[in-house]
Structure formats: structure tokens, C-alpha cells
């Protein structure tokens, strides 16, 4: 609600002190005083009544009205009305007035014609019936009193025909009985007595157009809002389908995806289990050595809370950090690093880059020949091949490289379990990471238990996760896994079909309790 005080239009008959404009409408209210003279007229400023076109106030001292409130009434639809003339004008209305009498439609034909508005007219009830039926009428204007049909009889009938049509009954002061009868009956809007005042009677009619058009108007919109939202709940339930189905289907290829990732990460696993084999056939110590970083690497990862990609990554390294060596004379692999020459040293080094090589092409496998390349780097940048040093080394290459070169003290050169982790401590922070090295030995307590806790199980018994005690052979002398090796399932069936070929010797496995 907006409220405005207004000047005085600057005439001593009419001032004008308090505009208010709703949402759609302006209403203004104003004081008349000393009606005097035979006209006065001014225009009321314009930043009140910008939207509602040209306003003038014109009293007319000669208009027969029955007393001054009558005229303020006059004055204030004569403003109101005026201003909302252009609103009106969008509007085509039509009006059917029915009375008996030929002169009394006749005048009102006269005096509304002017106005605009679409004229109908008609001498008896059933007349207007037949003249309402098919037509859109605003208004019905009906005398009471007629012969045959009366006022009220045709009103209640037209209102079956046109229930949206405003009713209006003419009638004198004999008949105000049956009048409001009808009122209350809901036949009729308004009545309007006779003799009339045409520019009352105008009036009256502008604002029962005002009345219809709002009523009309909010019908529409009612209708348009059910229309809305039944266009909307239907939009709903099917937007709802739409995302079930779509929700399906992206589950549908998630899943779809996810058997495929597991096929796609079964044959990488494959094929490093063949490059592991290949590592195992060329020289089996080679191969056990590999096996045995990579399930102690992984479970360094673990405990240093690496997530299951990186631990994953690093294991598969671990797997593959000797793949260079392949090619290698066996009597080189057979020596002590410090006991090779010049030129068996140049040959041994390049294994890490042979490695990277061998990989790095492969998209699956680019991750992995980074830890291949950097797994003897020490932590001082005296490594090799390309001297990085602390956190430039990738922390799986420094976790492989702590891990190959325990197991190096164990199985090559035959240290005790107590001298090699002396010899792990004596190097950190220069060849090895020191907070590695600490995991490291936090891992070996629980990784490789003491002896006189293993047993001996048949090959029916073994489970994921067991550790070999001892070295896994065939009757044959074939070495298939050696000791402190995690057994995985790929392991179990490993075993299983070389028992079928190759029996296992003492036809049992010896792991940890």
C-alpha cells in the first residue's frame, strides 16, 4: 500500500489531500466544500495520476442531485471511473436492457450507446431469453414489472443460460419487496429504482463492468492456475519417471562399468603374473626376491596409510622393480653389489631404466615404471640412475627400495634377522627415509613371526592371506614360492594345478600359525 499527501489543487471548491494506490487500482479520496459556483474545474498533478491518463474535476452546480453527498459520490467516480476509462477500453461490452416499454428502451439505448459499449435490447423476457442464448453479455438490465414474464422470473432463468452475466433489475419503489426477493435468491446484483439518474445510472453501470471484469479476470487466472498446476504435477510425475529411468541407467552402466573395470584389472594382474613368471623361469631366486618385496612393500603402504590405489601401485612395482634384470648374466645376479666390476656394475645399473622402459609406454603400467626407475635412489641423492633425493623420490620407490634391500640382506647375503634391521637403522636418513624405515620395522614384529610357530596344512586348507614358512617345492625340484611369502588366491590355484602335474614335495605347504 502506497500513501501520498497531495497539495490542494489550488481551487477553493475542491482539494484534494490523500492519494492511495493498491496493486491494480488508485482510490482517491477528497473533501468538496462550498459548491458555489456553476463550474470549477483543475487538474490534479501528475506524478499522482501519470498512469491513469488526464484527470479533471468538474462540479457542476446545475447537476439535479439530491444533496451534497450525492455529489461527492459523483465527483469521486467521475475521478476514479475516468481514470480507469482507459482499462475499461480493452474491453468489449455488450449491455441487453429488456423492458416493456419502447421509450424506456429507447433512452437507455441512447444514453449508453455513447459510452461504447455493444447494445441489445429487448421488449419481453422471452425476447431476452432468445437474444442471451449464444451471446457473451456483460450486463442484463431487466425492468420488474412486464407482462407475461416478470423481471425476476427472466433473471433467475438467464442466470442458467449466462451465469457469469451481472443482473441488474429496474424497479420502483412498489415493487422493492420482490426486488430484494431476488437479491436474496442471488438472481440479481443491484437494482436500480425508478425514474433514474442518467449519470448515476452510468455510473452504476461502470462499476459493474469494474465487478465483471474483476470477477472474469480471476476466473481466468483461477482456471489458469488449476491449468498450471496440473500442467505442473504432470511435469513432476514424469520428471520423477525421467530420473528413475535415468537413474537406472546410470546404475545399469556403473555397473556395467564395474565388471569391466574388475576384467580390465583381472588381466592387468594377469599379465604381471606372467611378467612375474618370466622373472621366476629366467632365474627363480630372481623371482621369489620380487615376490617377497612386493608383499612386504604393500604392507608397508598399509601401515603408513597410503590409500588402496597407492598401496595397489606400489605392489605391482615391487612385483616389477627387477624386471630389467631379465637378460642379465646369472653370474652378475649371483654376486654381491660391492663385489662387481666396473664394467658388471655399468651392466647391473641400467636395470632400473630397462624397467622404465620396458613400461613406461604402457598407460596402465606409466605409474609403475616411475617406482621401477627411482627404486634405488637413496634418500641423500647418492642412488642411482638419476640422484634424487628426500621427498623427490616417490614414497613406493622409497618403500620398494628399504623393502628389496632387507630382503637382499636375508636371502643373498645370509644376514640374521637382527643384523639386517641393525644394518636398516645404521642407514637411515642417508640411504634409506627414516620415517620408511620406522613403519618398516614396526611391519616386520607381526610380518615374519618367529620359528617354531608354523604348520604344515594340505593344499585343500590354504587360505588368502597365509605366509610361507618355508620354501614351496615339487617332487620334481621345482621352486614354486619361497618362504615368507603372503599367499594370495592366484597363489592357491597356482599350487593347485602344478600338484596336478608336479606333486608338491611332502604333499603338504608349511605356513605361519
Known sequence: MFTQKVHSTGVKNCSVFEATRSSQFYQICFVVRHLKYKSTSACLPPRIFGKLGCCIIRVNKTASF???????????????????????????????????????????????????????????????????DGRQISVIVSDQRMPGMTGSEFLRRSKKLSPDTIRIMLTGYADINATMDAINKGEVYRFITKPWNDEEIKLIIRDVLKYYELTNENKRLFKLTRKQNAELLDLNQNLEKKVEERTREVRLKNKKLEELYKVVKGNLFDSIRVFGQLMEMYDPDLGGHCKRVAALSKT???????????????????????????????????????ELTLFEASIYRQH??????????????????????????????????????????????????????????????????????????????YEFDPEIVFHFMDVLHNFNPVAGTEMVIPISKLEPGMVLSRNLKTVGGRLLMVANTVIHQAHIEKIYNFNQIDPIDGGGVYVYK
Open 66 to 132: 439530491a444533496d451534497k453527498k450525492q455529489q461527492r459520490c459523483y465527483l469521486f467516480h467521475l475521478l476514479f471511473c475516468g481514470g480507469m476509462a482507459s482499462m475499461l477500453k480493452k474491453y468489449k461490452h455488450t449491455i441487453l436492457f429488456v423492458d416493456d416499454e419502447k421509450n424506456v428502451l429507447r433512452s437507455l439505448e441512447r444514453l449508453f450507446r455513447k459510452e461504447g459499449y455493444d447494445i441489445l435490447t429487448a421488449s419481453s423476457g422471452e425476447e431476452g431469453l432468445r437474444k442471451l
Open 352 to 429: 632400473p631404466v630397462l624397467g622404465y622402459l620396458a613400461f613406461n609406454s604402457i598407460k596402465s603400467l606409466r605409474q609403475a615404471s616411475i617406482l621401477i626407475r627411482s627404486h634405488h635412489e637413496n634418500f641423500d641423492g647418492s642412488g642411482y640412475p638419476d640422484g634424487l633425493k628426500n621427498t623427490g623420490i616417490h614414497v613406493g620407490a622409497r618403500i620398494i627400495h628399504i623393502a628389496s634391500s632387507y630382503d637382499e640382506m636375508i636371502q643373498k647375503l645370509g644376514l640374521s634377522r637382527e643384523v639386517a634391521l641393525n644394518t636398516l637403522k645404521k642407514k637411515s636418513g
Open 300 to 338: 608397508v603402504a598399509q601401515r603408513r596409510g597410503l590409500d588402496e590405489k597407492d598401496c595397489e601401485l606400489i605392489e605391482i612395482a615391487a612385483i616389477l622393480h627387477d624386471i630389467g634384470l631379465i637378460g642379465v648374466p646369472r653370474e652378475i645376479l649371483r654376486k654381491k653389489e660391492k
